[in-house]
């Protein structure tokens, strides 16, 4: 004889969410996008991880270039930036130069972040900025109307490849691996607990982050990034997998077919910010 479930309350949950006070980091605004969107978890991920961390949200700021990821600003309340095209790290660095006590977390899709902005990550890596950079990879230019991106995969039907796509997509892990990227990790959306863990030890790292987030986008990728493909491919890191070992990072990040989820590499090194303070010492400077 089966047990029957216990019965859940919509008021007792409710409050649970309300006392839990993950609420104030969200804004009235609703998130527009499509039913079914797995930036919905993702935008849940950042305030629970914000909530967690206890982020003051007057001390804390969004930036996010042009894409269906980049309304996110518009969805919390936090400050928020949204910037041109691809320009979500310049903007970034520059805020958090400006003012070091900020944390600073950047907001980009993969067309964003690897095809108008993709020279600019290189850069924000091995300066070890400290921000965070969130990455949501739908494959897909979604807002749009569905366009091949630069991680879209090969033989994907697109509105601009109805013959398939021919292009082997980038791979983004390796990139930031070997641009000198201080945390790299990969969550998955359809893994919100874990996706939420890996977004609050992003933000918590000192220096640059980069979190890539598989994420499917339901209305113009009906064969590739979905969430029982994605589900059926991605896996755990190696419960031996050591963070420190930038090779075996690599070797973890070559293959696509099958994403490991978790935290690739982690280095502890001088922030940009704290090189500009050793560079302001030997000029006789002050910092403020």
């Known amino acids: 004889m089966s047990i029957p479930a216990m019965p859940v309350f919509v008021d007792v949950k409710l409050r649970e969410v309300q006392e839990s006070g993950r609420l104030e980091y ?59 095209h691809g320009r ?34 290189s850069h924000a890596a091995k300066r070890n900025v400290d921000i965070t950079y969130l990455l949501f990879d739908n494959g897909i230019y979604g807002l749009t109307k569905g366009q091949t991106s630069p991680l879209s995969a090969v033989g994907l039907r ?37 996706l939420r863990e890996m977004i609050t030890q992003a933000v918590a790292h000192r220096g640059f982050s980069y979190l890539h987030i598989l994420s499917p986008c339901v209305t113009f990728d009906k064969t590739s990034k979905t969430y029982v493909n994605l589900g059926l491919q991605v896996r755990k890191l190696p419960e031996n997998h050591d963070p420190s070992n930038l090779m075996a990072a690599m070797h973890q990040a070559q293959d696509m077919d099958h994403p490991a989820l978790g935290l690739y590499y982690q280095q502890f090194r ?18 403020t």
């Open 26 to 84: 969200r804004s009235r605004s609703l998130p527009t996008w499509c039913p079914g969107c797995g930036y919905f978890s993702i935008v849940e991920g950042v305030t629970h991880a914000c909530n967690e961390m206890g982020i003051s949200r007057d001390q804390s700021v969004v930036v996010s270039g042009i894409g269906c990821a980049s309304r996110f600003p518009f969805f919390v309340n936090l400050y928020g930036f949204h910037t041109l």
């Open 88 to 121: 979500v790290l310049p903007v970034a660095t520059g805020i958090k130069t400006a003012n070091d006590r900020l944390t600073v977390i950047g907001i980009g899709g993969d067309g964003d972040g690897f095809a108008i902005g993709g020279g600019h990550i």
């Open 158 to 194: 697109t509105t601009t490849t109805p013959f398939e796509n021919p292009e082997r997509p980038l791979n983004p892990l390796m990139m930031l691996l070997s641009y000198g990227a201080s945390w790299v990790g990969q969550a998955y959306a359809g893994h919100p607990d874990h």
């Open 270 to 287: 001088p922030t940009l910010g704290d090189t500009f303070e050793q560079v302001s010492a030997k000029a006789g400077g002050h910092n």
